[in-house]
Nanobody
Framework: QVQLVESGGGLVQAGGSLRLSCAASGRTFSAMGWFRQAPGKEREFVAAIRWSGSTYYADSVKGRFTISRDNAKNTVYLQMNSLKPEDTAVYYC?????????????????WGQGTQVTVSS
């Protein structure tokens, strides 16, 4: 059974940092990513990484967020620096076997339960 377990969310002041982790069990995936959803908004792409190591970022987080992956542990990380109040959202880990468009939620077949990130001004 596939399971994604997220950790690392919390409350931080603007300009601070947080690191999210997502551990996958059950099988390996060709791509893993992070999406987020703020109240009243649609789920949006944040970052993704393929098994090869190729990384992708939303324009809104480029230069501030870094996604990385430990293939041996089947775990993906999201280092978030210079956080802004507009980064406040529930962050979801996603994993997929055949992901062609990394920014599209429909390409992923497994999702975590979500972890809250709140950035105060």
């Amino acid at each position: 059974q596939v399971q994604l377990v997220e950790s690392g969310g919390g409350l931080v002041q603007a300009g601070g940092s947080l690191r999210l982790s997502c551990a996958a069990s059950g099988r390996t995936f060709s791509a893993m990513g992070w999406f987020r959803q703020a109240p009243g908004k649609e789920r949006e792409f944040v970052a993704a990484i393929r098994w090869s190591g190729s990384t992708y970022y939303a324009d809104s987080v480029k230069g501030r967020f870094t996604i990385s992956r430990d293939n041996a542990k089947n775990t993906v990380y999201l280092q978030m620096n210079s956080l802004k109040p507009e980064d406040t959202a529930v962050y979801y880990c996603a994993a997929g076997t055949f992901v062609t468009r990394v920014a599209a939620p429909t390409g992923y077949d497994s999702w975590g339960q979500g972890t809250q990130v709140t950035v105060s001004s």
